[in-house]
C-alpha cells in the first residue's frame, strides 16, 4: 500500500489524498492496482495524464472531463475511462472522493472486452457494462471507509466479469509481451516491433496495426509516441535533465511538445507546479505505465 497525502496549505484549500495498493492473486494479470482518491476543495482542477483504461466509482461529487478535441462529457457515477491520446482536463465540484481500478491491456480485454479505439477519450457509463451489479457496488461503497474493504468489495465482481467477456487469446497474450519488450528499448522503432513479434507467432503486421488499437486505441506510431513521452516526463519528474532525456526525440522543441501532448505539463512544470495526481503517476515505483502490460508471473504456456 503507498499513499500519497501532500500536506494542507490552509484549511480552505485541502490537498487532495492518494491511496494506492497493487494488485496481487487471481486477478494480477488484468489489474495494474487500485486506488482510493479524496479531495475536499469545493472546486477542483486537474490534468490526468494518457494512460489505459480505469474503472472509477465517484463515491461524492461530480465535474467533468474536457478531452484533447475540446469535448466535454460529465462524471457518472460509476464509468470507464476509455484509452486517451492525450492528456485530459477534469473539473471537480468538491468535495469529491472516487475509488478506482487501473487496468492493464490484458485486463481491458478481459474485463470490459470493447475494442479501445472505439471508445477513446470517453467516458463510459459503467452501469451499462456491468448492468445491476455496478450500482449495487456503488452504494455499499458509501459505507466503508478504507481502501482495504473496497478492494475485497469490487474483487468478486471483476471475477465475475472474467467469465462473462470472451477470454484473451494466446497468440494476444505473446503480442502483449512483445510489446512490453519493445516500449522497454531505448529507441524503439515500428519495424522493430514487427520483428519482434514475427519472431513468436505468425501474426501479421496488418494485425499487429489491428491490435494495437483494440488494446491501445491507437496505431503502433501513436503508441511509440506514448511510450516515449510518459518515459521522459518520468525521468524528468524524477530529477534527469533535459539533455539526458532528449536523444530519442528530432531536437529539443520535438520532445517539450510531446510531453506536453501527452502529460499537459512542460518540462518545467513538471518539477514547478505540478498537478499532485499526475505527481504520483509518474513516480515509477507507485504507478506503473505501459510498458507493463503483462505481469512477469504470467505464464503464457498454462493460459
Known amino acids: 500500500m503507498t499513499t500519497a497525502q501532500p500536506a494542507a496549505e490552509n484549511d ?4 487532495p489524498q492518494i491511496e494506492f495498493r497493487k494488485a496481487e492473486g487471481a486477478l494480477l494479470p488484468h ?30 461529487g461530480e465535474g467533468e472531463v474536457t478531452f484533447p478535441d475540446g469535448r466535454t462529457e460529465p462524471t457518472k457515477k460509476v464509468m470507464i475511462n476509455g484509452p486517451g ?3 485530459a482536463q477534469y473539473r471537480f465540484r468538491g468535495p469529491f472522493h472516487c475509488f478506482g481500478v487501473s487496468l492493464r491491456a490484458i485486463g481491458w480485454k478481459a474485463l470490459i472486452g470493447i475494442p479501445a479505439y472505439k471508445v477513446t477519450d470517453h467516458l463510459i457509463d459503467g452501469e451499462k457494462l456491468f448492468c445491476e451489479q455496478a450500482p449495487m457496488l456503488w452504494q455499499r461503497l458509501h459505507k466503508m471507509d ?5 478492494v475485497d468489495a469490487i474483487e468478486p465482481l471483476l471475477k465475475l ?23 522497454a528499448t531505448k529507441d524503439p522503432t515500428i519495424d522493430d516491433l514487427y520483428v519482434r513479434i514475427r519472431q513468436s507467432s505468425n501474426i501479421g503486421e496488418r ?12 496505431s503502433p506510431a501513436h503508441l511509440k509516441r506514448k511510450f516515449r513521452a510518459i518515459g521522459a516526463a518520468m525521468r524528468l519528474y524524477q530529477g534527469a535533465s533535459v539533455d539526458e532525456v532528449v536523444e530519442p526525440f528530432s531536437d529539443q522543441s520535438h520532445m517539450i511538445n510531446e510531453v506536453r501532448h501527452f502529460t499537459g505539463h512542460t518540462p518545467t512544470s513538471l518539477r514547478a507546479g505540478i498537478d499532485p ?4 503517476t509518474l513516480d515509477n515505483e507507485t504507478f506503473h505505465f505501459l510498458p ?10 498454462r493460459r
Open 207 to 218: 494485425q499487429v496495426q489491428r491490435l494495437c488499437k483494440d488494446y491501445f486505441a491507437g
Open 161 to 183: 466479469r472474467q467469465y462473462e467477456v470472451k477470454p484473451v487469446p494466446k497468440a494476444h497474450l505473446v503480442f502483449l509481451r512483445a510489446v512490453r519488450e519493445w516500449a
Open 85 to 87: 491520446t492525450a492528456a
Open 31 to 60: 489489474v495494474e492496482s487500485y486506488y482510493l482518491y479524496r479531495h475536499d476543495a469545493d472546486d477542483i482542477e486537474g490534468v490526468e495524464r494518457v494512460d489505459l483504461g480505469q474503472l472509477r466509482f465517484v463515491i461524492r
Open 12 to 15: 480552505r484549500d485541502p490537498r
Open 146 to 150: 478504507t481502501l482495504d474493504e473496497m
Open 292 to 301: 507493463d502490460v503483462i505481469p512477469e508471473s504470467v505464464d503464457l504456456r
Open 277 to 280: 495526481v499526475l505527481a504520483v
